[in-house]
């Protein structure tokens, strides 16, 4: 009895330990955060010419983008270093299950789809602007 007893703990502790963990983010350093978002969202290339667009934004990076520029836009008067650390602090240790339910309870799910839509009709609106001063 005691036997099975040992082996059938020793079976639920390896279980229990083999279990796979959610990447989470890291807001130590501008380097770890880069390293955790590419853990979380290893489909996803984070280079500046190949970011994702639209619908194809995750919420948990709708929350980092948006909240960041909120973070930015109310500390103009700190360094860029200060205004990063505080933009990356509320989610450290977050899954990107966190990060989404943040993303949610604080309205940023497609904010970046937005922006980006809202600069794209800005062009068009110059453009057009251009047009009508160049035909006067």
Avoid at 84 to 108: C, I, K, Q, S
Wanted: hydrophobic content about 40%; charged content about 25%; glycine content about 6%.
């Amino acid at each position: 009895m005691f036997k099975k007893l040992t082996s059938s703990i020793l079976m639920i502790t390896l279980i229990g330990g083999c279990s796979v963990s959610e990447p989470t983010f890291d807001s130590t350093s501008e380097e770890t955060a880069e390293a955790s978002l590419q853990a979380m969202f290893p489909d996803i290339s984070f280079d500046d010419d190949n970011l994702p667009e639209g619908a194809d934004i995750p919420p948990a990076i709708d929350a980092l983008i948006c909240n960041g520029m909120k973070v930015g836009f109310a500390n103009l008067d700190k360094t860029k270093e200060e205004i990063a650390a505080l933009v990356r602090e509320p989610f450290n240790g977050m899954t990107a299950a966190d990060m989404e339910a943040f993303a949610v309870e604080n309205d940023y799910v497609g904010c970046v789809s937005n922006m980006l839509e809202g600069i794209k009709e800005m062009e068009e609106g110059l453009k057009e602007m251009e047009k009508a001063f160049d035909e006067m």
